[in-house]
């Protein structure tokens, strides 16, 4: 099993900028990808930005050039730089952790936090 917590969620403004982070505890040791998805109301939940545990990113469009993800794997701990937020970025972000298992892969998730940004 893997808990992860997140914190770093708030209001800003137009144009703002806020740190999510993420911290995992728990079965860390098999660990692969972690990442950042956010669902905003009447949405699906859709992937923000990912990293392998070789440092391997990934990112939506959408956030391409204003986001950055980071892992620090010795404090299992994972973080959202989110730089010129605009309003269609408000949604509530969920931490994700991938632990692959033989064939299978198992998906954990955080409580989410909620992310508003203000015109």
């Known amino acids: 099993q893997v808990q992860l917590v997140e914190s770093g969620g708030g209001l800003v403004q137009v144009g703002g900028s806020l740190r999510l982070s993420c911290a995992a505890s728990g079965n860390t040791f098999n660990i692969n990808t972690m990442g950042w998805y956010r669902q905003a109301p009447g949405k699906q939940r859709e992937l923000v930005a990912s990293i392998t545990s070789g440092s391997d990113t990934n990112y939506a469009e959408s956030v391409k050039g204003r986001f950055t993800i980071s892992r620090d794997n010795p404090k299992n701990t994972v973080y959202l730089q989110m730089n010129s937020l605009k309003p269609e970025d408000t949604a509530v972000y969920y931490c994700?952790?991938?632990?692959?298992?033989?064939?299978?892969?198992?998906?954990?998730w955080g409580q989410g936090t909620q992310v508003t940004v203000s015109s």
């Open positions: 994700n952790a991938q632990v692959p298992f033989r064939s299978i892969r198992f998906d954990y």
